[in-house]
């Protein structure tokens, strides 16, 4: 069996406990991702939201090799839907 060729991560929020990974943990995602040529996707969720604490960078703000492919959450949060709207 073979090792995984994509990620999905949320870095700045955890499920289910809703921690944020810290910055080596980030860097091994993204040592591992080089290794192993695989993808990550990087959904940014609640990154715009930091009351007490400073952001830490994205996956993709440090990616030098082009494994990370990245998408924030912001659209979500600015116009949310629901089926009421459809």
Known sequence: MGRPAMLFCTPSHQFPLGFRLS??????????AFENDALILEDDYDSEFHYDTMPLPTLKSRDESGHVVYFSSFPKVSAPTSKSDI
């Open 23 to 32: 910055l080596k943990r980030r860097y091994d995602i993204l040592k591992w």
